[in-house]
């Protein structure tokens, strides 16, 4: 029996990075669609949301476009990529920004003794090697949503999840087979 790919939306916006996760998505084979709109958003099997820049930026486009209740409501896989992840925390250093509330906790600067941005490549604590380009670090409220952590000036989160919200740290879309890996895992979610 033939299963159907699931079709994963990319959300849009005036902050994300969209074009290096499409092209990752549909070299793995992964239908994908452009989305910015909530009946956009409602009709895809799971959606991504790839960011860089500014979290108020990226909040305000949020705001201007209503879909800040549609992502708290969204019941489908989720995951939040580099900013994407750092807006599903209450809050923002960056800026003063309130974000999505979706896991408690809040996003805050690195710290003054370690390089800014952490840019580059670095290993999980699995033992695999990913890239990370940030300068801000999510805190997560409760310890049991963080699912990865990395060495950077200390162990600081790489990844999160809660219920069917996942967030990354790193993108996947820069991290060769890790990142395949992580992307063809998550379309498996969205069946």
């Known amino acids: 029996m033939n299963i159907p790919s699931p079709l994963i939306g990319i959300l849009q916006s005036k902050t994300g990075n969209t074009g290096s996760v499409e092209r990752a998505l549909r070299r793995l084979g992964i239908s994908v669609r452009m989305v910015r709109t909530a009946d956009e958003i409602a009709a895809v099997d799971g959606l991504i949301f790839p960011g860089a820049g500014a979290a108020n930026a990226a909040m305000t486009d949020l705001r201007e476009r209503g879909l800040v209740d549609v992502l708290r409501n ?4 989720f995951l939040g990529i580099c900013l994407g992840m750092q807006l599903l925390f209450d809050s923002s250093e ?3 920004t309130k974000c999505l509330g979706i896991i408690r906790g809040r996003v805050t600067e690195l ?4 390089m800014k941005p952490h840019m580059g490549w ?9 890239y990370f380009v940030h300068s801000y670090v999510c ?3 409760d310890l049991r949503t963080v699912t990865m952590t990395v060495e950077h000036g200390g162990r600081i989160c ?11 740290q790193w993108h996947p879309e820069k991290s060769g087979p890790v990142g395949d890996c992580y992307l063809l895992s998550f379309a498996s979610l969205c069946r």
């Open 139 to 141: 805190e997560p409220a």
């Open 122 to 130: 670095n290993r999980l604590d699995s033992g695999a090697y990913a």
């Open 94 to 96: 960056e800026g003063k």
């Open 111 to 114: 710290p003054e003794n370690v």
């Open 74 to 77: 969204y019941r489908r896989p």
């Open 158 to 168: 790489a990844a999160v999840r809660k219920a069917n919200f996942l967030g990354l």
